[in-house]
């Protein structure tokens, strides 16, 4: 049993690096600025998630690596979903979430990661994120 736990934690620490690393290749950044892919992932899912209705959302969550889904659910108030963003919403929360400067603005972090993401999701699970996000948010959508 111990085994298992262990390969299945280790498979999604991969799982999630891989993702990571999508969004630093993206950029070009070194292993060393981790902190920024890290922070731009997480600030893109939690709004993702209190974008999405609840029963989507925990859908959604069920395709991320057990790692990613820990870390989607840290602090979800699902009482208080969906919020309702557009895109300027959206791209404005980012901004407040996400503290770095990087080549692009708010807009290119935002594609990065959806483009990440969409990379490690069915694209049927991703069609049902799209088709829970706002029209004019989902042009920036892969």
């Known amino acids: 049993m111990a085994e298992q736990l262990s390969t299945a934690v280790e498979s999604s620490i991969e799982k999630t690096n891989l993702i990571l690393k999508d969004i630093e290749q993206a950029y070009g950044w070194p292993k060393s600025q981790r902190n920024q ?55 404005f929360e980012v901004r407040q979430r996400f503290p770095y400067d990087v080549e692009g603005g708010t807009e290119r972090v935002v594609q990065v990661v959806l483009d990440a993401l969409s990379q490690h999701i069915t694209p049927g699970q991703w069609q049902d994120v799209k088709d829970n996000m706002p029209q004019d948010l989902v042009q920036n959508f892969p």
């Open 37 to 91: 892919s890290y922070c731009a992932l997480r600030t893109v899912l939690h709004l993702l998630r209190d974008r999405m209705p609840v029963q989507e959302s925990a859908e959604f969550a069920q395709q991320l690596p057990v790692l990613l889904r820990g870390i989607y659910f840290d602090g979800w108030q699902p009482t208080n979903v969906p919020v309702k963003l557009n895109r300027d919403d959206f791209l």
